[in-house]
């Protein structure tokens, strides 16, 4: 299961020209998908990105976690991040979960992220979906497990 994470002023993901989810300070999650992914993946994920003290205190030091700081996650399902661009030009999405699986475990990894009493906006899974930003920092992490 992989995760970029951006810490954001604001973040919102447009399908159909609707706004879907917004949020304002907090994170922007785009989440991978991997075959052999599983629940203890995805609790990890959600508390690690809970846990990241990448906000800054009033000594202007990265010491504050989204809940210190009354932020938010927006999570967006982001099946590319399993491609392989190793060979060749064409990425290949071999190691991908399959599209319910990956529902299965986004939709997890959103509750999850709930349970730990942060307000969680998302993406529709597998939507062609419009994704807006103001990246705060910029501060991006990439976490893998």
């Known amino acids: 299961m992989k995760a970029v994470i951006q810490r954001v002023s604001f973040a919102s993901v447009t ?31 959600a508390e690690k990105i809970a846990g990241l003290r990448i906000f800054a205190d009033g000594e202007d030091k990265m010491n ?11 999570a967006v399902s982001q099946f590319t991040l399993a491609g392989n661009c190793d060979k060749g030009r064409r990425p290949s999405f071999d190691t991908a979960a399959p599209p319910e699986e990956g529902k299965r475990l986004y ?6 992220v709930e349970k730990l009493g942060l307000p969680v906006q ?3 899974f597998q939507a062609d979906m419009k ?15």
Not at 131 to 138: A, E, I, K, Q, S
């Open 64 to 74: 504050l976690a989204l809940a210190d700081v009354g932020g938010a996650v927006l």
């Open 122 to 124: 998302t993406g529709i």
């Open 107 to 112: 939709d997890y990894f959103t509750a999850a």
């Open 131 to 145: 994704v807006h930003l103001v990246n705060d920092g910029p501060v991006t992490f990439i976490l893998e497990r």
């Open 15 to 45: 399908v159909d020209e609707s706004v879907v989810g917004r949020i304002g300070k907090g994170v922007l999650v785009l989440l991978g998908v991997e075959k052999g992914d599983d629940e203890s993946k995805a609790d990890w994920l």
